[in-house]
T-cell receptor, first 113, second 112 residues
């Protein structure tokens, strides 16, 4: 069966520090991968998605970037965190075929001080 | 993008059926309707999806109106573990991938 791993579960970082969140999927090949963010009291917002290695689409301009160095690995990064980057970050995957459900990880709760 | 309208909140009693409505009057003819739910401090969980016909799975049933302008998620016997925010999402296919655009959803409270 397929599983998705996301870490760390919680993270406290100072303003201006770098960020690297990692997500890996097991049990499937060539999945579509997604990064979402949920700010406190708000809905989920799609940040990036990827349909293959090295292929990244950005949904909103922001202080973050994403990379997909391997088929089942998706990384969310920032060079210098802002206070507004605080939130609940979720990675998800889906099969490449159309209209497949997305399966979410347990998320990373990021607090910027 | 198709817009959805859901009640902000609903309340149910344990063991009773729950009907969660969603209006999506601007949906296109090929957009599937997906439903997800999110428990507190967890990632969303897929519930069910459909296009035109009613759909059933182990978690719920999905009734889609004939004109596809609305749908209803049916939980046949609510349990305390069903308390969550439920999202109705028309799928947008773009760039070879499906995009989920989450609205505010319906917060379901289940009373014991």
């Amino acid at each position: 069966s397929q599983t998705i791993h996301q870490w760390p579960a919680t993270l406290v970082q100072p303003v201006g520090s770098p960020l690297s969140l990692e997500c890996t999927v097991e049990g499937t090949s060539n999945p579509n991968l997604y990064w979402y963010r949920q700010a406190a009291g708000r809905g989920l917002q799609l940040l990036f998605y990827s349909v293959g290695i090295g292929q990244i689409s950005s949904e909103v301009p922001q202080n973050l970037s994403a990379s997909r160095p391997q088929d089942r690995q998706f990384i969310l990064s920032s060079k210098k965190l802002l206070l507004s980057d605080s939130g609940f970050y979720l990675c998800a995957w889906s099969e490449v075929y159309g209209n497949q459900p997305q399966h979410f990880g347990d998320g990373t709760r990021l607090s910027i001080l | 993008d198709a817009k959805t309208t859901q009640p902000n909140s609903m309340e149910s009693n344990e063991e009773e059926p729950v009907h969660l409505p969603c209006n999506h009057s601007t949906i296109s003819g090929t957009d599937y309707i997906h439903w997800y739910r999110q428990l507190p401090s967890q990632g969303p969980e897929y519930v069910i999806h459909g296009l035109t016909s009613n759909v059933n799975n182990r978690m719920a049933s999905l009734a889609i109106a004939e004109d596809r302008k609305s749908s209803t998620l049916i939980l046949h016997r609510a349990t305390l573990r069903d308390a969550a925010v439920y999202y109705c999402i028309p799928i947008i296919t773009q760039g070879g991938s499906e995009k989920l655009v989450f609205g505010k959803g319906t917060k379901l409270t289940v009373n014991p």
